[in-house]
């Protein structure tokens, strides 16, 4: 089996994947050395994969005058491949790709180029096309690239999608996951039902990407009954802004929940880790102001361990909020065990730039 194969094997068992931020300096260009031991840093940690080019790594990388697609793509992979070479170890790569079905094809055909996976393919900024002209642009990538499609949440660029949306987008051939990040569980059901019921349901893996909901989207079975079949579907891993900080304990609470999985019983701690996780994504990603300070939250923390040198976004608007920094402050200190810390300062202590 060649590594393509390999990854998407791991992408389809259940894999870690953070969604990869964007290192700049106070000039606010790439800083290319951060961006590469940010990246080491995140495989050291033990993530899965990466993804690259996605929100998380902010959409204004591809406006001309920036031009930074191509090389955060570059860069992403070579770290990647280097740390294969070294470690033996498959790592899924994935590309953030968007617009309309031109500019995705184009994105896909680069991600293609680099060697990536798959593409995440991004519906945001296209609420005026209909769910059939994005469900053929959906198939228009997935010719290129193993597709995981994306239900993005209406306040950072997203649109609500119908059931009959998921059930179509489901049997399109080489769509081989699905993430769910509409911060709605009545939305993220439409997608489990619809993967659940799909003729290609075993083709098709569930990432969460509802960072206020992590850990119960991890552990929930979702059963449905019909017509006297029950049909059952998991989410198997995450893609996530939120793995972006705190990587390891994140990585290590992953594995747990993999092992609690297998024992089929939940321990009551876990619950209340859930609403620990949730209770940090809402510091991190600014929920009490509909979320404007999300990737500068990111950036925070990464600042704090030494990964980044500041908060900067392309977007000079993309600002901390007021008492975002308080309640960074806050949840630090009521989850001590959550934080990657003593990890990062020893990660970045050895990899020196």
């Known amino acids: 089996m060649d590594r393509h194969h390999i990854a998407l094997t791991i992408l389809a068992e259940g894999?870690?994947?953070p969604a990869h931020p964007l290192a700049l300096g106070a000039d606010r260009k790439l800083d290319e050395k951060r961006q590469r031991r940010l990246t080491r840093y995140y495989l050291a940690a033990g993530a899965d994969g990466v993804a690259v080019g996605v929100h998380t790594t902010q959409f204004e990388i591809r406006k001309p005058e920036i031009g930074l697609f191509e090389p955060v793509l570059r860069i992403a992979a070579e770290e990647a491949d280097a740390f294969e070479r070294k470690m033996g170890k498959t790592i899924v790569k994935v590309a953030g790709v968007c617009g309309p079905?031109?500019?995705?094809?184009r994105e896909a055909e680069?991600?293609?180029?680099?060697?990536?996976?798959?593409?995440?393919?991004s519906p945001g900024g296209l609420g005026r096309i209909s769910e059939a002209e994005l469900l053929e642009r959906t198939a228009e990538v997935a010719g290129i690239l193993p597709v995981i499609g994306f239900y993005l949440q209406p306040s950072v660029g997203g649109r609500v999608f119908s059931y009959d949306y998921w059930v179509k987008c489901c049997e399109i051939d080489n769509v081989v996951a699905i993430k769910t990040a509409p911060f709605n569980r009545y939305q993220t059901l439409d997608v489990v039902r619809a993967a659940a019921f799909s003729s290609r349901t075993e083709k098709i893996a569930l990432y969460t990407g509802n960072d206020d909901n992590i850990v119960l989207d991890l552990l929930t079975p979702y059963r449905f009954h019909e017509n006297g079949k029950t049909c059952e579907k998991r989410f198997v891993g995450g893609l996530l802004g939120h793995w972006a900080v705190w990587t390891k304990t994140a990585v290590d609470?992953?594995?747990?929940?993999?092992?609690?999985l297998r024992?089929?019983?939940?321990?009551?701690?876990?619950?209340?880790?859930?609403?620990?996780?949730?209770?940090a994504n809402a510091a991190f990603f600014d929920a009490a102001n509909g979320f404007a300070g999300c990737i500068a939250g990111l950036?925070?923390?990464?600042?704090?361990?030494?990964?980044?040198?500041g908060t900067w976004c392309l977007n000079e608007k993309e600002t901390l909020s007021p008492g975002q920094m308080q309640e960074i402050d806050r949840v630090y200190r009521l989850y001590p065990h959550l934080h990657d810390d003593a990890f990062a300062a020893s990660f970045v202590c050895s990899n020196p730039m």
């Open 15 to 17: 894999a870690f994947i």
């Open 101 to 105: 079905a031109a500019q995705a094809v």
């Open 110 to 121: 680069k991600a293609l180029l680099f060697g990536y996976d798959a593409v995440l393919l």
């Open 253 to 260: 609470l992953f594995a747990e929940l993999k092992r609690i």
């Open 263 to 279: 024992n089929e019983m939940i321990p009551s701690e876990m619950l209340a880790r859930a609403l620990e996780v949730t209770d």
């Open 299 to 309: 950036h925070e923390v990464l600042r704090r361990q030494g990964l980044l040198e």
